[in-house]
């Protein structure tokens, strides 16, 4: 019996975020008709990463894989995944849980924030464009150079002003200090890339900051249902299969 593949996000009390990760796995499924595919969640949004996995136990599945929908490896990847495993631990010593790795970093992740940006009527030819990648921002530095080195890779193959991360919390540069320096390179319009897979209210924050310190942005969606996303998803769930080191008994 082929083990399940339990999508874990991270919640949130906007209701567009579930909505989007259900969608996300929507096309999952759609990529893998024959594959047992739930979602999953770690906090604000049900169901919970827990019960997710008793009702997989439950159905008679000796085996299952999480896979986090985390762009990098901060402290929900580091703490609340790996606790919200060893709980069930403590419930179905015979079940067994493959964690796999992070989405992110990979060249797929890049591709599908570049196409909501182009979405958004961005062009990589203009001189006089900043482009602010916007990340929610961690205390785990390593993450957020992840998004800085995603920008830097956008700058190198464009004619635009700049390309710079940003963050929503917890790092720098924040929105107005971004759009500071990207005008101080000589950009004269300014547009918001997503470094986000759901709508929420971080995704919200850097919008609003967005307007208030430029005119009319360009504003891209998060990369939501991407084809490249999905097809991550489905790779990270492959990979944890075969290495067992990524797994966890329970």
Known sequence: M???LVAVAHGSRDPRSAATIHALMDVVRAMRPDLDV???FLDLSAPRVGDVLSAVHGD???SAVVVPLLL?????ARVDVPAAVADAERRYPRFRVHVADVLGPDPRLDEAAWRRLAEAGASANDPELGVLLAGAGSSHAPANRLVADVAA???SRTSWAGAVATFAAAAEPDVPA?????RARGARRIAVASWFLAPGLLPDRII?????HATNPLLAAPMADDEGVADLILNRYAEAQASPDLSVAL
């Open 178 to 182: 971004a759009i500071e320096a990207l």
């Open 38 to 40: 739930r979602v999953a």
């Open 2 to 4: 082929t083990a399940p």
């Open 153 to 155: 890779r956008w700058q």
């Open 208 to 212: 609003e900051l967005a307007r208030k």
């Open 60 to 62: 008679g599945h000796d």
């Open 72 to 76: 990098g490896r901060a402290f929900h």
